[in-house]
């Protein structure tokens, strides 16, 4: 979700002006996912690079995710959407790791749609941590190692209990995935959009869908 600094910018705002405007795209961007029938959907909406932005605009982007829960979480609940947290959570401060865990608690018995947000993420540090645990699993003779293969170690990451990403949708114009689920979008489809992220509504992801739909898919394998 990319954009929300020049799309402040752009109107002579201050940058918390756009990640507020961000905010109510991703409210549309659900709403859109669940009319389409989406039932995965993952949102990257703070980076582990982020943490070293100026420590004010960082402030305002926790207190920004602080309000989402406490405005969303009910609403959340009652469409059918279970909500979930990957990244390293513990950067962020007691307060807010207990309001993450009771909005996954509050929201448990959601099937309608899987949200999931990606707080804290980098795809590479997220591959070392989970290399890092099963080098744990296999000394503790938890594992065999000679016996691991990639089903295997894609148990040890974050997403274990999610399907990889059929679609990744770029916004702003950027054409990179800049630390997003690298292990996970080996065989997704990108679709990269001129769209700043705060104008990102359901006509943006209907157009994302009908190119992925449009797409095929062999993961390697010659179609005859």
Not at 1 to 28: C, E, L, Q, S, T
Not at 172 to 201: H, I, K, T
Not at 208 to 223: D, K, N, Q, T, W
Request: charged content about 30%; aromatic content about 8%.
């Amino acid at each position: 979700m990319d954009g929300n600094g020049r799309w402040a910018k752009a109107r002579g705002m201050p940058r918390v002006a756009g990640h507020r405007a961000g905010a109510k795209a991703v409210r549309r961007c659900i709403e859109a996912a669940i009319d389409q029938g989406v039932e995965w959907l993952t949102l990257f909406a703070f980076s582990s690079e982020n943490w070293r932005r100026p420590e004010g605009e960082v402030m305002e982007l926790t207190g920004l995710l602080r309000q989402y829960l406490r405005s969303e979480v009910a609403d959340l609940t009652k469409n059918g959407v279970r909500f979930r947290v990957i990244g390293d959570r513990e950067r962020f401060s007691p307060d807010l790791r207990a309001e993450l865990e009771a909005a996954e608690s509050k929201t448990a018995a959601g099937t309608r749609l899987n949200l999931t947000l990606a707080l804290s993420y980098g795809g590479r540090s997220e591959i070392v941590a989970a290399a890092r645990a099963m080098a744990e699993a296999a000394q503790s003779g938890a594992i065999d190692i000679r016996d691991l293969d990639e089903e295997g170690f894609a148990r040890f990451l974050s997403t274990a209990a999610m399907p990889d990403p059929d679609l990744l949708i770029r916004t702003s114009g950027e054409r990179r995935l800049s630390n997003f689920l690298l292990w996970q979008c080996a065989y997704a489809e990108l679709v990269f959009m001129d769209v700043l992220w705060p104008d990102f509504d359901a006509a943006h992801l209907a157009a994302a869908l009908a190119e992925f739909s449009r797409r095929e898919r062999r993961y390697g394998a010659r179609v005859t």
